[in-house]
């Protein structure tokens, strides 16, 4: 779907304002949190939580969660393997745009393929993306289900359900790591708090 291109007679017009400028005014760096795991895992419970601590020190941030986003800007797509990446290439698109405006974006998608995840990265400037593996056991992520979507899935209900019917690919070198079968929530929004100060996204 990324490759059907219809826009011509378009041009680039170069900002006059930088990354940097509002990075200087923001009073942080700019970066792209990438939460990926499988359904249930924890991703936008630790997203919102990150964010929480960012904003209690005055950073400018935003929240892009997989179904919030799939209730406007992606609401044409499904669950197939195409309909996938053409997801998380939008949301890549629009997480880069934050990135440029200064923002500290977190994305709490499932993506399951590396590929996708990889094009996603691709976009963000280097050192400024985070693939942040909430990794977390099937059997527990099926125990939490709040949503009783493992259910609908292992009765037949919901087709293409990764974890169950549909892959989900790990990340190989991912920048971190979470375990949420073992950290508390606290303590997994921290460990991402002190990678970013680790890596001067924050100061």
Same mark, same amino acid.
């Given at each position: 779907?990324?490759?059907?291109?219809?826009?011509?007679?378009?041009?680039?017009?170069?900002?006059?304002?930088?990354?940097?400028?509002?990075?200087?005014?923001?009073?942080?760096?700019?970066?792209?949190?990438?939460?990926?795991?499988?359904?249930?895992?924890?991703?936008?419970?630790?997203?919102?939580?990150?964010?929480?601590?960012?904003?209690?020190?005055?950073?400018?941030?935003?929240?892009?969660?997989?179904?919030?986003?799939?209730?406007?800007?992606?609401?044409?797509?499904?669950?197939?393997?195409?309909?996938?990446?053409?997801?998380?290439?939008?949301?890549?698109?629009?997480?880069?745009?934050?990135?440029?405006?200064?923002?500290?974006?977190?994305?709490?998608?499932?993506?399951?393929?590396?590929?996708?995840?990889?094009?996603?990265?691709?976009?963000?400037?280097?050192?400024?993306?985070?693939?942040?593996?909430?990794?977390?056991?099937?059997?527990?992520?099926?125990?939490?289900?709040?949503?009783?979507?493992?259910?609908? %899935?292992?009765?037949? /209900?919901?087709?293409?359900?990764?974890? @169950? $019917? !549909?892959?989900? =690919?790990?990340?190989?070198? &991912?920048?971190?790591?979470?375990?949420?079968? %073992?950290?508390?929530? /606290?303590?997994?929004?921290?460990?991402? @708090? $002190? !990678?970013?100060? =680790?890596?001067?996204?924050? &100061?």
């Amino acid at each position: 779907m990324s490759d059907n291109v219809k826009a011509t007679n378009i041009t680039w017009h170069e900002a006059t304002v930088g990354r940097e400028d509002r990075e200087k005014l923001h009073g942080h760096r700019a970066a792209c949190l990438w939460f990926t795991g499988l359904p249930s895992s924890g991703k936008s419970t630790i997203a919102l939580e990150v964010e929480n601590l960012l904003h209690a020190q005055g950073c400018h941030t935003i929240v892009l969660d997989g179904d919030n986003i799939r209730h406007g800007l992606n609401k044409n797509l499904g669950f197939s393997p195409e309909d996938r990446a053409e997801n998380i290439r939008r949301i890549g698109e629009v997480a880069n745009l934050f990135v440029e405006g200064g923002t500290i974006v977190m994305t709490a998608f499932i993506s399951p393929y590396r590929e996708d995840r990889d094009m996603a990265r691709a976009l963000v400037p280097e050192g400024r993306f985070f693939e942040i593996h909430v990794d977390c056991a099937l059997d527990i992520c099926e125990e939490r289900d709040p949503k009783g979507l493992y259910k609908k %899935a292992r009765a037949g /209900e919901i087709k293409d359900f990764t974890g @169950i $019917d !549909a892959p989900y =690919e790990a990340p190989k070198n &991912p920048e971190i790591v979470i375990d949420t079968g %073992a950290l508390s929530l /606290e303590e997994s929004a921290q460990r991402v @708090i $002190d !990678a970013l100060k =680790e890596s001067g996204i924050l &100061p």
